[in-house]
């Protein structure tokens, strides 16, 4: 059949009219790294091609005194590993050498990560949490389940990067097995966080015995994926893919844009496999200085997120994880942007705004309620007026 490679369909064919545009991201980055766009259409050859060093990262980029000490000096701290497809971003749609770009900011290490006061490896304290290794168990009707290791590409943010330390973590059987036995044996878990890592690195194969297991258990209700292929290695999310999810629905996804640069041809085809198969997409941001932290970045991105039908749903206040104090930005900053969008975009693309904690998610927002008079509730309006609501109060 056109466009296979072989039974495993490595390269989709939804995606070959990217790869026969000369102009298109695939197409042009196909080429730097010196290879067919059919070739870039492999989510597997972007695995065992990341970018992981600074002699390879300097072949395609021109990269900054900071960056190229920072893949020497943090290979023992948290490596980098990124997808051609993903530094086809730094090089194509934003300036080569612009090292306030959104995409290598979140992507490239940076001598600045050496320098943190307050981070910590584990802010959401889930090892704690975890009653059997990888199950992280905080909300009783849920846990998120953490069988996958690898990604393609290591946010220089994770609040995960304790887990880079050790090996072997990668959809380990006894990891995978002992999660499920705990699923099981818990009736009032009804809804499983399939993550990692990104559990999308995996066959086809692998992922629906995974779910075959799961729905195998009566009280699971709701399957959902945290997934960042569709923004990191969009070819991964693969109509094939979703075709064999949606014979285990109720499915969701959610996936983590948090820029309207990665918004491009290629994640909007990842998101529409999922979406037209009846697969819900969210988006969970992080608020991330330079990246997303102003209102008209933050505008941009719930837009362009609602044009590809990936529904902003969370907006994360960064945690303090080592090494990206550079990254942060204040609760007050955040409040600001957040109520910046409001009025101004349907409600249907605002995301909340949350810090999360060892105890579950905190939202946060401007506090539009200014107090009561009797049964009086005593309002400020999206344009800043005083609005009072007779009655509502008791
Ligand atoms: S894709 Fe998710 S789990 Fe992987 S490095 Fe990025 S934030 Fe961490």
Known sequence: MAGKDSATNLIPEEFLHLAAQPDSLTARTAERFGVTPQTFLNWRWHMKHQ??????????????????EGFEKLQHLFNAGITPYYMGLMTSSLVDGNESCPIRLQ???RNEELRDSLGVKDPLSEVPHSPVREVVHVYPDRVAFCVAQLCPVYCRYCFRKRR???????????????????????????DVLITGGDPFIAADQTLEHLVQRLRAIPHVEIIRF???????????????LARMLARYHPIYVNT?????????????????????????????????KGVNDSPEKMMALCRQLMKIRARPYYVFH????????HLRVSVRRGIEIMKSLRGNITGLAI?????????GKIPIQHNYILGHEGDDLILETIRGEIWRETGVYQ
Do not use: K, M, W
């Open 318 to 325: 960064p945690h303090a994880i080592e090494g990206t104090e």
């Open 51 to 68: 970018v992981v060093n600074a002699e390879q990262a300097a072949a395609v980029l021109r990269l900054s005194t900071s960056e190229s």
């Open 226 to 240: 945290g997934t960042r292929t569709p923004v990191t290695l969009p070819y991964r999310v693969t109509a094939d």
């Open 256 to 288: 983590h844009f948090n820029c309207a640069e990665e918004i491009t041809p290629e994640a909007t085809q990842a998101v529409a496999n999922l979406v037209n198969h009846g697969i819900p997409v969210g988006n969970q941001a992080v608020l991330l």
């Open 351 to 359: 995301p909340t705004y949350a810090l999360d904690t060892p105890s």
């Open 164 to 190: 880079d330390e050790e090996v072997g973590l990668h959809f380990n059987r006894t990891i995978v097995d002992n999660g499920i036995a705990y699923i099981a044996s818990n009736p009032a878990i009804r």
């Open 107 to 109: 992507a490239l290490p």
